[in-house]
């Protein structure tokens, strides 16, 4: 479609649904309240019959709405169904008599039985030919619900006869297995689906998906502030504390420690707090598994537009405070320097975002994926070869493989590397007056220095990678796993297995 036709189609579609005077309003979120809930309803209708797909799912379409809305919303779409050819499906809640009627066909169930499947005008003949007619001036579906309703009344005990709600679900479920209702309905739709034959249509491609994903991405991070805005301004005044305190820390025998533990707080407590953007991620993930299980889009364009969206954020989070902490601390000049320097920590906090998405992924919950998070990173500080040097670290599990796992430890001999090699300091040591940098790194730090600070550099942009793709082969392992999960029965046909008596089966 052309620019000017999907405009278009998104004018009237949110016509059709009432959203005119909301074209200008924010939809709102966890720090603004946005649009009201009716809206947001008829939003979210608006984004599924955007795309006229050939089947549609509504889950209770009207509520929250009042009678004269949900009449208004329910015609358009069942003008929209008949205009462009689609099956909507639809759950309603307390439909008034107006929407009723709009309905084509009907069907009710009653603890998991079939009361009626067929004609929603012929409902009502149904009741009534089965001694539950519906009384004058009353709401068909309100008849309908009341008659087999059995929420509020008292489980019957055994031996006593059945409550009437009960029985009057019996009766109807019998009486739809004898009739010929069923029949007529399974015809019925075999005619449909002949008829409707399903009609092809262009699809954007990969690249027009990832593009438009990008720029919403990039719009909904611009304007949450507590996606960047908020940590960028933490950022600055934590950077502001530490080079002051820091601040021209000299060649001094002291100026060693206090240039490794400035390094290590730069490494370590910035990239920390990445994960101050989980809320965010948990929101992103929430509209990513509803869009893609419409067919929108799939998890590699997902993944590619929030990558490169992020990107001129966390550079800006980088770069800024980065430089108030380095030069403020009077770390190494020259310009080549403090770009790895910003590059590394660019790389750092893009790395933990890509790890609290995975966690967004398997722990869904505010507060237990931050603690998730925290302690996945606390254990990664522990072995980075800063509070115990790597030829002390136990060698089973915190050696091989934690330590070499552990991204901060990448991160660190990078900037060691950076930062000491080239310069002299001022001994503390009897007959020696000067020590060099990278005699430093590798007898007090234990630096490897068999490689340069780009390959470590690149570890950590390839440790991003593999985050990145480690997510994508989480959420394809869950769309496997988890159907399998909900579709498991165990059987107890001999013995209770379960510790539950009289339990045969449950799923």
Known sequence: MSTAEKLA???????????????????????????????QKRLSICLDILTCPRLLFL??????????????????????AAREGMTIVAVVHQPCSEVFELFHGLCLLASGSTIFFGPASTAAEFFASNGYPCPPMRNPSDHFLRTVNKDFDKESEEGLPCMPEEEAIDILVNSYKS???????????????????????NRPGFVTKTLVLTRRSFVNMYRDIGYYWLRLAIY?????????????????????????HMLMFIATLLTFMAIGGFPSFVEDMKIFRRERLNGHYGVAAFVISNTLSSIPYLLLNAVVPGAIAYYLTGLQGKIEHFVYFALALCACTMLVEALMMIVATIVPDFLMGIITGAGIQGIM???????????????????????????HKYALQGFYKNEFSGLVFQSNLEGQETVSGEKVIVELFQVETGHSRWVDLAVLCGMIVIYRLLFVVIIKVIDVVKPMLLGLTFRCNTKCICGIENLCSTS
């Not at 010929?180 to 009609?199: G, H, K, P």
């Not at 600055?236 to 490794?260: E, K, M, N």
């Not at 522990?382 to 030829?391: A, D, E, M, R, V």
């Open 179 to 201: 009739s010929n209702t069923s029949e007529v309905a399974n015809q019925e739709m075999r005619y449909v689906n002949e008829d409707r034959a399903m009609i092809g249509r």
């Open 59 to 80: 889950d209770e379409p009207t509520s929250g709405l009042d009678s004269a809305a949900s009449f208004h919303v329910m015609s358009r779409i069942a003008s929209l």
């Open 9 to 39: 189609r998104g004018d009237d579609t949110v016509r059709e649904m009432g959203l005119t005077g909301a074209l200008d309003i924010r939809i709102g979120g966890r720090s603004s309240k946005g649009i009201s809930g009716g809206q």
């Open 381 to 407: 500080m522990l072995t980075s070869g800063f509070f115990q040097i790597p030829n002390n670290l136990p060698k089973i599990v915190w050696k091989y493989p934690m330590y070499y796992i552990s991204f």
């Open 236 to 260: 600055v005044c934590i950077t502001v504390c530490l080079g002051t305190i820091f601040y021209h820390v000299g060649y001094g025998p002291d100026s060693i420690q206090a240039r490794s």
